[in-house]
């Protein structure tokens, strides 16, 4: 405690390895805000290569929700990518026809929006489960549950949902008058003088 600092003895403790989370067992959710990036950026890397990398979205839900339909989607999509990709590089010095075009231009839309569309919605509900539950209904503090209460049998009992007549405003004090009077009088004697000062 006093004195010089001491060196540490021996080397530094090492922290326990972090347990794994036994298969089957809650997942922790992530932040909002890196999911919210995540999905902007896989969902950017399918849009902007025009369907040719729409796999890779998908990829990554199969890689987080583990599903089985989820891994022969992103192998269809792979597929696609592939045979798009390979139709393309085979016949692009040809001069194709408005068919192929249109099916072209379709095959690439569907390459590159139906892949965002099921991740999108895919992980949204994945995450979904990893909420918290609400929390239990509690009645609103100051309302508690009705007593019974007894009046005297000559008395009736008073209705509360009955409004209440206006209550009569107090009189004002004296002094208020005594004011009130004074300014009348005073705005009295201007009227007449305004009067005189005309005629």
């Known amino acids: ?16 390895p972090p347990v794994p989370l036994p298969p089957g067992s809650p997942q922790r959710r992530p932040a ?12 950017a890397l399918a849009l902007l290569s025009c369907g040719f990398l729409g796999w ?6 199969a890689i987080v929700t583990r599903k089985a339909l989820d891994w022969v989607l992103f192998v269809l999509a ?28 379709g095959a690439i839309l569907i ?11 895919a992980e949204i509900r994945h995450f979904e489960r990893f909420k918290s539950p609400p929390p239990p209904y509690l009645p609103p503090l100051g ?14 009992p008073r209705n509360p949902y009955t409004a209440e007549p206006p209550a009569v405003p107090a009189p004002p004090p004296p002094r208020i008058e005594q004011v ?16 005189d000062g005309r005629a």
Do not use: H, K, N
């Open 143 to 156: 309302y508690a549950y009705a007593t019974a209460v007894t009046t005297p049998s000559g008395a009736a």
């Open 180 to 195: 009130r009077a004074e300014l009348d009088e005073l705005s009295d004697l201007l009227r007449r003088r305004d009067d």
């Open 78 to 105: 792979l597929l696609g990518s592939a045979a798009l990709f390979t139709y393309i590089g085979v016949f692009a010095e040809e001069e194709g026809s408005d068919l192929e075009a249109f099916l072209g231009l």
């Open 111 to 121: 390459l590159a929006a139906g892949p965002v569309t099921y991740y999108l919605v």
């Open 32 to 43: 909002a805000g890196g999911l919210v990036a995540l999905r902007v950026l896989f969902c």
């Open 1 to 16: 405690m006093y004195g010089p600092p001491q060196a540490p003895q021996g080397p530094p403790p090492v922290p326990p």
């Open 56 to 61: 890779v979205p998908l990829l990554r839900l």
